[in-house]
């Protein structure tokens, strides 16, 4: 369930004359990815190094990279430069599986959905070891406020909000602890966990779902919630996989068949209507040649085994990918992505894929800079990601500035690591100084470097700040911030105040005196 109340850190930034760098990386080396994982706001990808990069809102610190400042463009997660085997990002938190069956998650802890054991709230914007799985655990997937691991042997294990009985063991408690779903009449061989409710595959290809199911999610034919594992009516065999979020649910059948059922106001179940469905039903012309398949808030999508991308359902954000905003309750083709798509992830208003050339694109809903491309626009066709880029903001303490007062420069830089170094310069010139100052993590807000000098002249000054890049990011320079350098500012003392229009005349003069040089 996608949040209303949203801050964003990249907004401030913005103010301060963020720049990012230019689209050709200069410093960093763009990693190769293999695996990706959209959230609600967020993204996160898997690199063939083991290395996970997440990018877009980060008020919760679901990006990983030890701040809470959102950016739109990809920030490596704290301590997974290296080590995951899987990664799965949810509505506000994130979680990784590492190459040891361990699992970590980080971001919102709203209802304990990190699984640390830690008290609710208390969010982490680095990896936390989730309690009791450091090892055993063969898949993982994040939801809205919960997460579940399925372990080697088969079994299901959800923490975090259970108010709809999501965690599956037959109680409708929170749980910041990995708790047993009960009930699974078999070793399960995926996992999903979705808004309110989360579903399960069966070895021989039967199906469970457990949790919300106001909009007949759980397929079962009732709107009953249930905190203990349903089958989907006829889907007791033949199912290969499993996506569910926001209020609706399909499946990939063995014949590459999708069927979809729960609420279906945008046309998301695909069937040409708009009217929600408590079983499944069949999306239309989609009744083979179905190799995956991913569900959004209220738009799904479907790959070919020909590597083709088709969606359908809301497109208010352009999700679907067809180069319009307009709705349909039928698939249609995603611009440029007819075929060689080796894997791809929905969620939220967004998507993401990965074509067999390498890279990574997005598309749909950007407003946090979730599609990783530097920008914040709503995407409705398939954009690069630019792995590397930075964008470096600058504010300065106080402008106009009396001659001979000190006055500070801040340079933010998003994303950044800590690494390299800024250059401050007026009017081309470095600042006496300030030519190489270090990067450091300004609390959890941002990576942050200053100047702080008094050696400006009188006048107009355009005040830029560049930073240098290290190994992980590119370098980038700010817009020019103006700074007026004033002979005195506020310095007319008088026993009584001035009339403000003899205050007025007293800063022409001021100014005049400026620009005469005097």
Same mark, same amino acid.
């Given at each position: 369930?996608?949040?209303?109340?949203?801050?964003? $850190?990249?907004?401030?930034?913005?103010?301060?004359?963020?720049?990012?760098?230019?689209?050709? &990386?200069?410093? %960093?080396?763009?990693?190769?990815?293999? %695996?990706?994982?959209?959230?609600?706001?967020?993204?996160?990808?898997?690199?063939?190094?083991?290395?996970?990069?997440?990018?877009? @809102?980060?008020?919760?610190?679901?990006?990983?990279?030890?701040?809470?400042?959102?950016?739109?463009?990809?920030?490596?997660?704290?301590?997974?430069?290296?080590?995951?085997?899987?990664?799965?990002?949810?509505?506000?938190?994130?979680?990784?599986?590492?190459?040891?069956?361990?699992?970590?998650?980080?971001?919102?802890?709203? /209802?304990?959905?990190?699984?640390?054991?830690?008290?609710?709230?208390?969010?982490?914007?680095?990896?936390?070891?989730?309690?009791?799985?450091?090892?055993?655990?063969?898949?993982?997937?994040?939801?809205?406020?919960?997460?579940? !691991?399925?372990?080697?042997?088969?079994?299901?294990?959800?923490?975090?909000?259970?108010?709809?009985?999501?965690?599956?063991?037959?109680?409708?408690? #929170?749980?910041?602890?990995?708790?047993?779903?009960?009930?699974?009449?078999?070793?399960?061989?995926?996992?999903?966990?979705?808004?309110?409710?989360?579903?399960?595959?069966?070895?021989?290809?039967?199906?469970?779902?457990?949790?919300?199911?106001?909009?007949?999610?759980?397929?079962?034919?009732?709107?009953?919630?249930?905190?203990?594992?349903?089958?989907?009516?006829?889907?007791? #065999?033949?199912?290969?996989?499993?996506?569910?979020?926001?209020?609706?649910?399909?499946?990939?059948?063995?014949?590459?068949? +999708?069927?979809?059922?729960?609420? #279906? =106001?945008?046309?998301?179940?695909?069937?040409?209507?708009?009217?929600?469905?408590?079983?499944?039903?069949?999306?239309?012309?989609?009744?083979?040649?179905?190799?995956?398949?991913?569900?959004?808030?209220?738009?799904?999508?479907?790959?070919?085994?020909?590597?083709?991308?088709?969606?359908?359902?809301?497109?208010?954000?352009?999700? $679907?990918?067809?180069?319009?905003?307009?709705?349909?309750?039928?698939?249609?083709?995603?611009?440029?992505?007819?075929?060689?798509?080796?894997?791809?992830?929905?969620?939220?208003?967004?998507?993401?894929?990965?074509?067999?050339?390498?890279?990574?694109?997005?598309?749909?809903?950007?407003? =946090?800079?979730?599609?990783?491309?530097?920008?914040? !626009?709503?995407?409705?066709? &398939? +954009?690069?990601?630019? =792995?590397?880029?930075?964008?470096?903001?600058?504010?300065?303490?106080?402008?106009?500035?009396?001659?001979?007062?000190? +006055?500070? /420069?801040?340079?933010?830089?998003?994303? !950044?690591?800590?690494?390299?170094?800024?250059? =401050?310069?007026?009017?081309?010139?470095?600042? &006496?100084?300030?030519?190489?100052?270090?990067?450091?993590?300004?609390? @959890?807000?941002?990576?942050?470097?200053?100047?702080?000098?008094?050696?400006?002249?009188?006048?107009?000054?355009?005040?830029?700040?560049? @930073?240098?890049?290290?190994?992980?990011?590119? &370098?980038?320079?700010?817009?020019?911030?103006?700074?007026?350098?004033?002979?005195?500012?506020?310095?007319?003392?008088?026993?009584?105040? $001035?009339? @403000?229009?003899?205050?007025?005349?007293?800063?022409?003069?001021?100014?005049?005196?400026?620009?005469?040089?005097?």
């Amino acid at each position: 369930m996608k949040r209303s109340s949203r801050l964003m $850190l990249v907004a401030l930034v913005a103010s301060c004359g963020l720049v990012a760098a230019g689209m050709s &990386p200069a410093g %960093a080396t763009s990693p190769t990815i293999s %695996a990706v994982s959209a959230g609600a706001d967020h993204t996160c990808a898997l690199t063939s190094g083991g290395g996970v990069l997440c990018w877009g @809102y980060n008020y919760y610190g679901q990006v990983g990279d030890d701040t809470v400042a959102s950016t739109s463009t990809p920030a490596w997660v704290s301590g997974l430069g290296s080590g995951a085997a899987a990664i799965s990002a949810g509505d506000a938190h994130s979680c990784a599986l590492t190459n040891g069956g361990g699992v970590l998650c980080w971001g919102n802890n709203e /209802f304990g959905e990190l699984g640390d054991g830690g008290q609710p709230y208390e969010s982490s914007p680095t990896p936390a070891a989730v309690t009791g799985l450091g090892s055993g655990v063969a898949a993982i997937s994040a939801g809205d406020g919960h997460s579940c !691991a399925l372990t080697n042997g088969g079994a299901v294990l959800c923490w975090g909000y259970n108010k709809y009985g999501q965690l599956g063991d037959g109680t409708t408690t #929170n749980s910041s602890t990995p708790v047993a779903v009960s009930g699974l009449d078999g070793p399960v061989v995926a996992i999903s966990a979705g808004t309110l409710d989360t579903c399960a595959l069966i070895t021989g290809g039967s199906l469970r779902c457990w949790g919300y199911n106001a909009n007949g999610q759980l397929g079962n034919g009732t709107t009953t919630d249930s905190s203990t594992p349903v089958t989907p009516s006829g889907l007791n #065999n033949g199912v290969v996989a499993v996506s569910t979020a926001g209020w609706h649910t399909c499946a990939l059948t063995s014949d590459g068949a +999708v069927r979809c059922w729960g609420k #279906n =106001f945008s046309g998301e179940l695909g069937d040409g209507t708009t009217t929600n469905s408590s079983t499944p039903v069949g999306v239309i012309g989609l009744n083979s040649g179905v190799t995956a398949i991913g569900v959004g808030e209220a738009h799904s999508c479907a790959m070919s085994s020909g590597g083709g991308m088709q969606c359908w359902g809301d497109n208010g954000h352009g999700q $679907l990918g067809d180069g319009t905003t307009t709705n349909s309750s039928t698939p249609v083709g995603v611009i440029g992505l007819n075929s060689g798509i080796t894997a791809f992830s929905a969620a939220g208003a967004d998507n993401c894929a990965l074509p067999g050339g390498g890279g990574l694109q997005c598309w749909g809903d950007n407003g =946090f800079g979730g599609l990783g491309d530097g920008t914040t !626009a709503d995407r409705p066709t &398939p +954009v690069e990601v630019h =792995f590397g880029q930075t964008a470096t903001g600058l504010k300065s303490s106080g402008t106009p500035s009396a001659l001979g007062d000190p +006055v500070t /420069f801040t340079a933010t830089v998003i994303p !950044a690591d800590g690494g390299g170094t800024v250059a =401050f310069s007026a009017d081309g010139s470095t600042i &006496p100084g300030c030519g190489s100052q270090p990067v450091t993590r300004n609390g @959890y807000a941002a990576h942050q470097a200053t100047c702080t000098t008094s050696s400006l002249s009188l006048g107009q000054h355009a005040i830029t700040a560049s @930073y240098s890049g290290d190994s992980l990011y590119d &370098p980038s320079t700010s817009a020019p911030v103006q700074q007026n350098v004033l002979r005195c500012v506020n310095c007319v003392s008088s026993p009584t105040p $001035l009339p @403000y229009p003899l205050w007025g005349l007293v800063q022409t003069l001021n100014q005049l005196l400026v620009q005469l040089g005097i």
